[in-house]
């Protein structure tokens, strides 16, 4: 069980006073620096191989199949399992898919290799990190409050999140700075030495009890329907997941940044790390004064108008032909984004039982992922058809629409509060 901090030591950042939730962050943070290092160099690559936009949405669909087909077969999994255990052999497998990828991009098989193939066995790799993010993120944040007492279960959400925005923003732009100065071999080096540094750190978890016990004659399904159930049971966890899916499913413009770096804006990979990291820089700004000055009250609300804002800002980045406000609408859309991840994020952890975490967790991936991977199939797609700019722009006007159809028919989304 989580150690007991002293009330007096409780401040917002109390929960880095627990010694195994510092290993957890440490290799949270190298984790997701790792993913996202891959996810901008893999985005670069795959469009100056092609520079086809479909190609980019492509990638997105590779991932978010396995992930979604898994999902709740994961949560059962990670329910049943040693935790610890668990993302220490799915984050050792991602290592061994970023070697697979080092390999692909080494400068004789890309000089002396069709560039289809080298195209579709990135693809192949992707599918497999798919599979592996289906275990891992639900398997990671269902042990946080394992780790730290119930009191402080909000304040571990927040810092969690801010860890991993954090690591989003210098995953983002660390790629961008090292593809445009060093090779992919290089690259890939440095994302599989980061991720190896996470796995080390989290072998310096104690390792978790099982809490969920399945009766010995119920089966798989039965356990995955308890999950459900729960979800569509509990209509705020439910409202905060749908809003949050539909909104960045229409609104994932990120998906399209290769574009507007390469032929609108052209700035170069540098920039491109930047405009990728915009989001997540203004994420981690509001996160951070989230955790200062905790938000006390109508927080259903405050959802709703974030996801507002960040419809306006998605539209504004897709109109935008200016480097500076692309960047400054991408940076305000991460800030209203972040507040919705925290109001999401302590809402599920607060509201589900220890020994269903991974189960909800997982039904939570299935919504992230829909609207995060399928979302960049879905802008891939719309840009293929409607051009880069239009498609942009039509996934900002469909996130407002969205939060209108929420405002009517979601009264006790808008009402909630915790």
Same mark, same amino acid.
């Given at each position: 069980?989580?150690?007991?901090?002293?009330?007096?030591?409780?401040?917002?950042?109390?929960?880095?006073?627990?010694?195994?939730?510092?290993?957890?962050?440490? /290799?949270?943070?190298?984790?997701?620096?790792?993913?996202?290092?891959?996810?901008?160099?893999?985005?670069?690559?795959?469009?100056?191989?092609?520079?086809?936009?479909?190609?980019?949405?492509?990638?997105? @669909?590779?991932?978010?199949?396995?992930?979604?087909?898994?999902?709740?077969?994961?949560?059962?999994?990670?329910?049943?399992?040693?935790?610890?255990?668990?993302?220490?052999?799915?984050?050792?497998?991602?290592?061994?898919?970023?070697? &697979?990828?080092? @390999?692909?991009?080494?400068?004789?098989?890309?000089?002396?290799?069709?560039?289809?193939?080298?195209?579709?066995?990135?693809?192949?790799?992707?599918?497999?990190?798919?599979?592996?993010?289906?275990? &891992?993120?639900? /398997?990671?944040?269902?042990?946080?409050?394992?780790?730290?007492? !119930?009191?402080?279960?909000?304040?571990?959400? %927040?810092?969690?999140?801010?860890?991993?925005?954090?690591?989003?923003?210098?995953?983002?732009?660390?790629?961008?700075?090292?593809?445009?100065?060093?090779?992919?071999?290089?690259?890939?080096?440095?994302?599989?030495?980061?991720?190896?540094?996470?796995?080390?750190?989290?072998?310096?978890?104690?390792?978790?009890?099982?809490?969920?016990?399945?009766?010995?004659?119920?089966? %798989?399904?039965?356990?995955?329907?308890?999950?459900?159930?729960?979800?569509?049971?509990?209509?705020?966890?439910?409202?905060?997941?749908?809003?949050?899916?539909?909104?960045?499913?229409?609104?994932?413009?990120?998906?399209?940044?290769?574009?507007?770096?390469?032929?609108?804006?052209?700035?170069?990979?540098? /920039?491109?790390?930047?405009?990728?990291?915009?989001?997540?820089?203004?994420?981690?700004?509001?996160?951070?004064?989230?955790?200062?000055?905790?938000?006390?009250?109508?927080?259903?609300?405050?959802?709703?108008?974030?996801?507002?804002?960040?419809?306006?800002?998605?539209?504004?980045?897709?109109?935008?032909?200016?480097?500076?406000?692309?960047?400054?609408?991408?940076?305000?859309?991460?800030?209203?984004?972040?507040?919705?991840?925290?109001? !999401?994020?302590?809402?599920?952890?607060?509201?589900?039982?220890?020994?269903?975490?991974? !189960?909800?967790?997982?039904?939570?991936?299935?919504?992230?992922?829909?609207?995060?991977?399928?979302?960049?199939?879905?802008?891939?797609?719309?840009? !293929?058809?409607?051009?880069?700019?239009?498609?942009?722009?039509?996934?900002?006007?469909?996130?407002?629409?969205?939060?209108?159809?929420?405002?009517?028919?979601?009264?006790?989304?808008?009402?909630?509060?915790?």
């Amino acid at each position: 069980m989580a150690e007991e901090v002293p009330q007096q030591k409780q401040t917002a950042f109390a929960t880095l006073s627990i010694p195994e939730f510092r290993f957890f962050i440490l /290799g949270r943070f190298c984790f997701v620096m790792a993913v996202r290092m891959t996810a901008t160099v893999i985005g670069w690559m795959i469009y100056q191989l092609t520079k086809n936009p479909l190609a980019l949405g492509i990638v997105g @669909l590779a991932e978010v199949i396995p992930a979604l087909s898994l999902a709740l077969y994961a949560g059962h999994v990670i329910d049943k399992s040693e935790r610890k255990g668990l993302v220490l052999r799915t984050m050792s497998l991602y290592i061994l898919c970023e070697l &697979a990828l080092l @390999l692909i991009s080494a400068p004789f098989l890309l000089q002396h290799t069709d560039s289809t193939l080298i195209e579709y066995a990135i693809y192949g790799v992707i599918f497999c990190t798919g599979i592996l993010r289906a275990f &891992a993120g639900p /398997g990671m944040s269902s042990m946080i409050g394992q780790i730290v007492p !119930r009191h402080m279960l909000g304040k571990a959400v %927040t810092m969690g999140q801010g860890t991993f925005l954090s690591a989003s923003v210098i995953g983002h732009a660390t790629s961008g700075f090292l593809i445009g100065h060093f090779s992919y071999t290089v690259v890939f080096t440095v994302i599989a030495s980061t991720m190896t540094l996470g796995t080390l750190a989290m072998t310096g978890l104690k390792k978790k009890p099982v809490l969920y016990k399945p009766e010995v004659d119920q089966r %798989t399904w039965g356990s995955v329907k308890e999950g459900l159930r729960f979800v569509f049971r509990t209509k705020e966890v439910l409202g905060a997941m749908s809003l949050d899916m539909f909104a960045v499913l229409f609104g994932g413009a990120v998906a399209l940044i290769p574009i507007y770096a390469s032929d609108i804006l052209k700035i170069g990979p540098v /920039g491109f790390g930047w405009l990728n990291a915009a989001s997540d820089l203004g994420a981690i700004a509001m996160i951070l004064a989230i955790t200062i000055f905790p938000l006390k009250g109508k927080q259903g609300l405050i959802l709703l108008f974030s996801v507002v804002g960040f419809g306006i800002c998605i539209i504004v980045f897709g109109l935008s032909k200016i480097f500076i406000l692309s960047f400054f609408a991408l940076l305000f859309s991460g800030m209203l984004d972040g507040i919705s991840v925290v109001i !999401r994020g302590t809402i599920i952890q607060l509201k589900t039982p220890e020994e269903m975490k991974g !189960r909800v967790l997982s039904v939570s991936s299935m919504f992230v992922n829909s609207s995060n991977e399928l979302g960049q199939f879905e802008s891939g797609l719309a840009a !293929r058809l409607m051009g880069t700019v239009r498609a942009t722009v039509f996934g900002g006007i469909m996130t407002l629409l969205v939060v209108g159809i929420t405002w009517f028919k979601a009264p006790s989304l808008r009402k909630m509060e915790y």
